[in-house]
Antibody, heavy 121, light 109 residues
Framework: QVQLQESGPGLVKPSETLSLTCTVS??????????WSWIRQPPGKGLEWIGY???????NYNPSLKSRVTMSVDTSKNHFSLKLSSVTAADTAIYYC?????????????WGQGTLVTVSS | EIVLTQSPGTLSLSPGERATLSCRAS???????VAWYQQKPGQAPRLLIY???TRATGIPDRFSGTGSGTDFTLTISRLEPEDFAVYYC??????????FGQGTKLEIK
């Protein structure tokens, strides 16, 4: 059973860096069959793709966030991480991690439950 | 950037009726890279359809996807009470910028 679980602070101050980790069980982040993604959803709004990372460390980021986003993967801990710098209130959202199934073309077939991050002083 | 526009914004139907949800892309997208997700309140999205036509594991056959080029459709043949939710389309062309539509809310009439 594949499971993903986001973890990290629920409150971040403006101008600081948001840091989240997604711990994966039932699948390996070392597999070449998957990308590992982050998606966010502001309260009451739609989904926004943030980007993905491959086990090799190669990444693909949303151009609108690229200057502030860093993703990393730790194969020894079977988790991957997101850092978003210089946050503002507009970055307040539920952040989801997901597994993208390359063999199926790349859809996100497993998702974490999501974690709400609020940006406020 | 490929922009996905979903219509209608809200669809009001009764259980047992047929639902037709539309997703239009700003440029042609290979059917390989189109998916539909269902999201219920307080839950993460769930993959319904990928590759424009293929149902994900465990998805009932009342859900079907069609389309090509810039126009894609999700059809729910006979609505069950648990189908009332928000639906999103997504394009995931590899090595490019992924994107989601803005969503269609399917509500009980």
């Amino acid at each position: 059973q594949v499971q993903l679980q986001e973890s990290g602070p629920g409150l971040v101050k403006p101008s600081e860096t948001l840091s989240l980790t997604c711990t994966v069980s039932g699948a390996s982040v070392s597999s070449g069959n998957y990308f590992w993604s982050w998606i966010r959803q502001p309260p009451g709004k739609g989904l926004e793709w943030i980007g993905y990372i491959f086990h090799s460390g190669s990444t693909n980021y949303n151009p609108s966030l690229k200057s502030r986003v860093t993703m990393s993967v730790d194969t020894s801990k079977n988790h991957f991480s997101l850092k978003l710098s210089s946050v503002t209130a507009a970055d307040t959202a539920i952040y989801y991690c997901a597994r993208d199934n390359i063999g199926a073309g790349g859809p996100s077939d497993y998702w974490g439950q999501g974690t709400l991050v609020t940006v406020s002083s | 950037e490929i922009v996905l526009t979903q219509s209608p914004g809200t669809l009001s139907l009764s259980p047992g009726e047929r639902a037709t949800l539309s997703c239009r892309a700003s440029q042609s997208v290979s059917t390989t890279y189109v998916a539909w997700y269902q999201q219920k309140p307080g839950q993460a999205p769930r993959l319904l359809i990928y590759g424009a036509f293929t149902r994900a594991t465990g998805i009932p056959d009342r859900f079907s996807g069609t389309g090509s080029g810039t126009d894609f459709t999700l059809t729910i043949s006979r609505l069950e009470p648990e189908d009332f939710a928000v639906y999103y389309c997504q394009q995931y062309v590899s090595s490019a910028e992924y994107s989601f539509g803005q969503g269609t809310k399917l509500e009980i009439k």
